[in-house]
């Protein structure tokens, strides 16, 4: 996570979830997909929860087995295919943090997840696109411009554009993990409103956070002032 006002908001909102449970459920078993290195898992731990985290690469998972060798409260599941999930058994509370635009049917996923929420739990996740089409011209253009500026400071300006070449003709190379990891690119992004419908029966409250979010450091401050949200994140709690 590489801009602090969007960590800090998701550092808080986390702590708030764990401690929300917490209080209704007098614990809070947290199943966190596609962990990574732990970045976040440190601070669920620190606001109470006991973790069990997922993650599909095989070197991230030896790095968190050995990240968190002494500590009980967490458990690391090798998710080769994806389906792993419920190897967790019922928990309070999904976290999902950039994971699930990586998804190709997210939706299926979520309502599995679901099903292993118990009563007064939790679902949490953030950092995904917000669904293309009901996106603003603005909205697309200044995502994409940010994108490429940002390709320009890291030297790499020629392999983004043939990346948005390659997707606006259609085309995806199986062999680029840019091409064949993030979905959303091929699908149009996630569907923040079906996940919220998908959501809704199941919880007492769902909420939709929309908000700017970029790689550059200097258009990220730019953009939470100015420019349209490209980005949401959902919290529901108090499970049915």
Known sequence: MRHHTIRDRLIGSLHALVQGVIDRNGQCRVLELGAGHGTFTDHLLAAGAQVTLTEMSEPSVRFLRSRFRCNPNVTVLYDKDGTSAHRAGPVDAVVCIS??????????????????????????????????????????????????????????????????????????????????????????????????????????????????????????????????????????????
């Open 99 to 240: 994971v699930l635009h990586h998804i190709p049917d997210y939706l299926r996923t979520v309502e599995q997840l679901i099903d292993q929420v118990v009563p007064g739990g939790a679902f949490f996740s953030a950092q995904d696109p917000l669904w293309y089409p009901r996106r603003s011209r603005l909205s697309m253009s200044l995502d994409r411009n940010a994108y490429f500026l940002w390709r320009l400071g890291q030297g790499q300006l020629r392999r983004g554009l043939a990346t948005r070449l390659r997707r606006s003709r259609g085309v995806y190379d199986q062999a680029n993990e840019a091409d064949m990891v993030e979905y959303h690119v091929v699908r149009d992004g996630v569907d923040e409103e079906a996940l919220r419908d998908l959501l809704d029966p199941s919880f007492q409250e769902v909420e939709v956070k929309r908000y700017w979010s970029t790689q550059s450091g200097l258009l990220q401050v730019a953009g939470e002032r100015f420019f349209p949200t490209t980005t949401f994140g959902l919290v529901a709690g108090n499970r049915r």
